[in-house]
DNA sequence: GCCATACGCAACCAAAAGTTGCGCGTCTAC
DNA sequence: GTAGACGCGCAACTTTTGGTTGCGTATGGC
């Protein structure tokens, strides 16, 4: 019935700073706590614990590089994600569709009985 | 550059609890506080503060019915909140892709070498 | 070797999500 | 009509989460 929706997931996707992290990453192709930082809001220490969320839901992994942490998304993992918009958004638009059609319905029933 | 998103409606449908409860609205056509709780694993009161953020976002409205208060969702809010999910998700699709046919070329250009 | 820089850890703060408890209005059944 | 049940709102409190500052440690460049 409700979409087999991946709470962890869709709630790491849900914060407007990790989303954007995430633009980030996909843009540059890779970041650190420090980089990403320096074109968000908050501070790095912000953004490293919004990095373990993402880690934590699978959607980022991380490679070690001397003194730096290199931060990269998990394409497949994304792919999920997005799947999951799209699964979502499929559902309210099928019921948005239904309740317009059904009203419509009833709209003709109205006429015909004039 | 990063997708036209709304923050307020998309952490308005970012939390799990609130997304059921569209659901649910969305099948029963409305629903009370008391009636969508029922259905949830949260309390009533817990219920009504979920209620009353869909509100402001615009996604949800009211309409006093004796002694109960019925809700529905506001269907154009809705739709418009759908397409933001759509939006992110082109973007990141969009993203994918282009990070997919690099590596494509970049397998191409080592094979070529070969 | 020395200093910049990048990171991790810990304490602390504020807002959000959730709880219990209570009082008030409204419907219903006798 | 009034008694009890039902639905709601308000208030106090707790927990989790997003954010901060401060500090210690390790690594890379000169």
Chains 1, 2 share one sequence.
Do not use: C, F
């Not at 989303?19 to 890779?30: V, Y």
């Not at 930082?37 to 919004?50: C, E, F, G, I, Y």
């Amino acid at each position: 019935m409700s979409a087999a929706v991946d709470d962890d997931l869709w709630s790491a996707i849900g914060d407007p700073t990790r989303r954007r992290m995430i633009d980030l990453l996909l843009a540059e192709g890779q970041g650190t706590a420090t980089t990403l930082s320096a074109h968000l809001p908050v501070t790095r220490q912000a953004v490293t614990k919004h990095l373990a969320v993402l880690d934590r839901a699978g959607l980022v992994r991380s490679a070690p590089a001397g003194r730096e942490k290199r931060y990269h998304v998990d394409e497949a993992q994304l792919a999920r994600a997005v799947a999951q918009l799209r699964a979502v958004g499929a559902l309210w638009d099928a019921r948005l569709e239904r309740i317009k059609s059904l009203a419509e319905a009833i709209q003709r029933a109205k006429n015909a009985k004039k």
